[in-house]
């Protein structure tokens, strides 16, 4: 399984450049109508939905628990399939489905990260990505009440945050691929 996220440590960096750009855009346009938010959270969960289930399958043959990473990511692009085919979707229910997108999430990177945890150093990143996913949903579904601008610069800021530890991430499991490259170049 390790090997697997080594080799294809470019997926998870480009979920983290995504979810920076997605971040950015909800920070500096926080005054942003729902219709607009609707649109960047589609277009951010689609494109990592998408990165997603391309890995899982590409991997098939290799990791034999594919089919949950592309679970994964057929939820994410269902979940932006959903908010851009209701576009008078109400702030609540956009609000609880952002939530509930990040609360799984959020799970899955957790439990993927303590099944890395012998094998990867820095796995904390992970786990912490995933319960920073668990905790922002939880307090979307407990206070959905704020104020639309509040909502953008919140959102904004964990997806910035999530990018970013993603990138770290990333970064760390392609120094892995190095290794294990090197490792299998060199003579028994």
Same mark, same amino acid.
């Given at each position: 399984?390790?090997?697997?996220?080594? &080799?294809?440590?470019?997926?998870?960096?480009?979920?983290?450049?995504?979810?920076?750009?997605?971040?950015?855009?909800?920070?500096?346009? @926080?005054? =942003?109508?729902?219709?607009?938010?609707?649109?960047?959270?589609?277009?951010?969960?689609?494109?990592?939905? =998408?990165?997603?289930?391309?890995?899982?399958?590409?991997? &098939?043959?290799?990791?034999?628990?594919?089919?949950?990473?592309?679970?994964?990511?057929?939820?994410?692009?269902?979940?932006?399939?959903?908010?851009?085919?209701? @576009?008078?979707?109400?702030?609540?229910?956009?609000?609880?489905?952002?939530?509930?997108?990040?609360?799984?999430?959020? =799970?899955?990177?957790?439990?993927?990260?303590?099944?890395? &945890?012998?094998?990867?150093?820095?796995?904390?990143?992970?786990?912490?990505?995933?319960?920073?996913?668990?905790?922002?949903?939880?307090?979307?579904?407990?206070? @959905?009440?704020?104020?639309?601008?509040? =909502?953008?610069?919140?959102?904004?800021?964990?997806?910035?945050?999530?990018?970013?530890?993603?990138?770290?991430?990333?970064?760390?499991?392609?120094?892995?691929?190095?290794?294990?490259?090197?490792?299998?170049?060199? @003579?028994?």
């Amino acid at each position: 399984m390790l090997a697997f996220w080594a &080799r294809n440590w470019w997926m998870v960096a480009l979920r983290g450049l995504a979810a920076i750009v997605f971040g950015v855009m909800a920070l500096v346009w @926080p005054g =942003i109508t729902l219709m607009a938010l609707v649109l960047l959270f589609v277009a951010y969960v689609v494109m990592d939905g =998408i990165l997603v289930a391309f890995t899982a399958v590409s991997e &098939r043959a290799k990791y034999e628990r594919w089919w949950a990473m592309l679970l994964q990511g057929l939820l994410g692009i269902l979940a932006g399939v959903v908010a851009f085919v209701w @576009p008078g979707i109400t702030t609540l229910v956009l609000l609880y489905l952002i939530a509930a997108w990040a609360v799984v999430i959020g =799970i899955w990177t957790v439990v993927a990260a303590i099944q890395l &945890r012998k094998e990867l150093e820095g796995e904390w990143l992970l786990i912490l990505s995933g319960i920073l996913s668990v905790l922002f949903g939880l307090i979307l579904m407990v206070r @959905p009440g704020a104020g639309a601008v509040a =909502i953008a610069w919140f959102i904004g800021a964990y997806a910035i945050v999530l990018g970013v530890l993603l990138i770290i991430f990333a970064f760390r499991l392609r120094e892995l691929d190095k290794e294990i490259q090197s490792a299998l170049e060199q @003579p028994a």
